[in-house]
Every structure is written in structure tokens, then in C-alpha cells.
């Protein structure tokens, strides 16, 4: 990341840009189009008035779909996203298949959910790198539609893991099992869900992550995975749409705090694991900051999964919902605006 001094800089620039650039091209552009000038002072204000629409105003209400006999299918519901939103949407009225990784280990994300005792909530054994027992929950589903032939109105690919590593500290077995995982299993659940979900008009909703949209040090094994995801729900978009089906894209921001998916001592298994002219070249000095990154990350970012949790819902039930959805912090989402926008040389200036 740039020092702060860097940062200061930039700042005083984009703000001397704006103050002064910005009216003195606006005024040319008028002069141009033969207009005022004092629609300069408009435009300004037009262009402000724009930017606080789209990113400081509340979500406009879009109308909401009745949830009444429509099922979900949730992966990934042990603990974090999927658990809190298997129990939420189950409060809504949904019917809700929520496939859980341990629940014939007596799990406890799993135990706490059968603890419902209801009708409405079906904890189904999943692991999504299982051909097996995907298809296995597809027919459980299917079987236990009340109502089949309406087919199943949504599918939230959650489940997933992640890892932390710079690319020659990161074993291959590392960057497999990560995809497997995140990408491979969206896949496979996904094919194996689509004829019921195409029945209903439903929805696919698939969770990424701000790192599906940018990279950074020590995340490629979850850039990798998560970029792939993006790329397979624009191409599944495009093919869903002549059926009525939406696909739709979560991308939180750092809630490892919440979802425990990453740990402090993974930094450690990284330099036990590492070759050892790895070890050399970099050296100690250089491993120790960055895993401080590692435990600062860990132990960062939000602690309350119910951002994330409120934008699955809304993709689920909202009758326009957004294609993309960014629950993260606001440094979090100025940071991946610019990185997505700027030229590559600015935007490395200012992180790296």
C-alpha cells in the first residue's frame, strides 16, 4: 500500500482537479455546445446530486415477492453466511433446503438448525465437491417440493473456503482445493439444480467475494476462484435469461471476523510448508510483515454477517433485484471503484 504521505498527495491533487479542472472543462464543453455558462454551476451540481444517488441514498423499494411455498436451497449453512441465512430466510416463510458439510458428523451448525423442527427446514448432508451427493440433494429436493411441478425458486451458492499466501509460498494442493471448493463446487451444484429452478423462473444467486473484482497480495488462491465464479455467472446470465431466471452476484467485503474462515496461524503453516529456497530468498523479515497482514486481516472487518444476509434476501425476493450486490465497508468499496476504473498504473500507485 502507498505510505500515507503518497495517499495525502493524491488527495490534494483530485481535490485541486476537481475545484479547478473540472469547472474549466465543463466550461469548454459548454462554449462547445453553444450553452450558458451558468450551466456550468448546474452540471456541477448535477454530477454531485448523481454521485450522492448512487452511493449514499437507501435502497429504493422494488416491490417483494410472496415467499409462501417457494423453496431455497442454501449450501455452505455450518456456520456464517449460510447458517444465519438459512434460520432468516426460514423466519420469512421460506422453505429452505440447507445443505450442511458436517451434518453426519453431528455438526453443530447442522444440529442447531434440525433444532427448528419444522416442516420448513430440511438439513441436507452436502458437500459440494461430491458428484454424489449433489445429485443426492437434488432428488431429496425434488421429492420433497410441495409442490414439484413449480420447481425451486432459489439456489444460494455459499458454501466455500478461503486462503492467504503469496503465490510461491502456495502449494498447488492449495490452489486446487480452494477451487474445488469455490468454483468447481458452484459449478456442479449449480447444473444439478437448474431444471428445477428453470420450472420456477427462480433464481441462482452466487456468492464471490470484493476479490472477485480485484486482485491483491497473498490472495490469489481465492482470486482465482472467485474471479472464475464471476466469469460463470455472466455466461450463466446471459443463457438464463430467454428461461426467466435470474442470476445474481454477492460480493461482501472482509467479514472474516464472522465467518471464521480464515485463521491466525495460517501464516504459520505458510513458512512450515514453503521450500526451503523460498524461505532463503525471502527471507524471515519479509514473511513476519506480511503475515502480520495475515492477522490484522483475520481480525478485521466486520463482525455482523446481517449485511450480507440482507442482500441474499433481497436477490431472492425482491421482484427487480440487482444483478450485483456489495455489502462491504466504504473504504472497502472506494477501493475496488477505483481499482476497476482507474488505469492499472494509478490504481498500483495508490495500494501497492
Known amino acids: 500500500m502507498a505510505p500515507p504521505s503518497a495517499l495525502l498527495a493524491l488527495s490534494v491533487s483530485l481535490t485541486a482537479l476537481l475545484g479547478f479542472g473540472l469547472p474549466a ?36 423499494p422494488r416491490g417483494v415477492l410472496e415467499v409462501t411455498g417457494r423453496g431455497v436451497l442454501v449450501t455452505g449453512c455450518d456456520s456464517g453466511f449460510g447458517h444465519g441465512l438459512a434460520l432468516h430466510l426460514h423466519h420469512l416463510g421460506f422453505t429452505v433446503f440447507a445443505g450442511c458439510l458436517l451434518k453426519d458428523q453431528g455438526g453443530a451448525g447442522a444440529k442447531k438448525l434440525e433444532d427448528c423442527r419444522s416442516s420448513r427446514m430440511k438439513v441436507l448432508q452436502l458437500d459440494v465437491c461430491s458428484d454424489q451427493q449433489v445429485v443426492d440433494a437434488v432428488d431429496f429436493i425434488r421429492d420433497h417440493l410441495g409442490e414439484a411441478q413449480r420447481g425451486l425458486w432459489a439456489l444460494v451458492n455459499n458454501a466455500g473456503v478461503s486462503a492467504l499466501g503469496e503465490v510461491e509460498f502456495t502449494s498447488m494442493d492449495t490452489y486446487k482445493r480452494v477451487s474445488e471448493v469455490n468454483l468447481w463446487g458452484t459449478v456442479r451444484v449449480t447444473k444439478a439444480a437448474l431444471p428445477l429452478i428453470r420450472r420456477a423462473k427462480g433464481r441462482v444467486v452466487n456468492m464471490t467475494s470484493s476479490y472477485a473484482r480485484m486482485g491483491d497480495v497473498m490472495r490469489s488462491p481465492d482470486c482465482v476462484s472467485k474471479y472464475g465464479v464471476e466469469a460463470f455467472s455472466d455466461c450463466l446470465r446471459y443463457e438464463m435469461k430467454p428461461w426467466g431466471v435470474k442470476v445474481l452476484l454477492v460480493e461482501p ?80 468499496w472506494m477501493r475496488m471503484q477505483l481499482m476497476t476504473h482507474l488505469p492499472a498504473a494509478l490504481s498500483d500507485l495508490l495500494y501497492f
Not at 453553444?34 to 437507501?58: D, H, K, Q, R
Not at 512450515?272 to 523479515?285: H, L
Open 253 to 332: 467485503g472482509n467479514f472474516a471476523a464472522a465467518t471464521g474462515l480464515l485463521t491466525r496461524h495460517a501464516a504459520d503453516k505458510l513458512w512450515a510448508e514453503a521450500p526451503a529456497g523460498v524461505r532463503e530468498d525471502y527471507g524471515r523479515a519479509h514473511f513476519e510483515r506480511r503475515a502480520a497482514l495475515v492477522r490484522s486481516f483475520c481480525s478485521g472487518g466486520q463482525k455482523d454477517v446481517g449485511p450480507v444476509v440482507q442482500d441474499v434476501v433481497d436477490a431472492i425476493r425482491s421482484k427487480r433485484p440487482y444483478t450485483r450486490y456489495t455489502p462491504m465497508e466504504p473504504h472497502c
Open 25 to 60: 472543462l465543463l466550461g469548454a464543453a459548454t462554449t462547445l455546445l453553444g450553452l450558458p455558462e451558468t450551466s456550468v454551476t448546474e452540471c456541477i451540481v448535477a454530477l454531485y446530486l448523481l454521485l450522492v444517488l448512487c452511493v449514499a441514498t437507501p435502497r429504493l
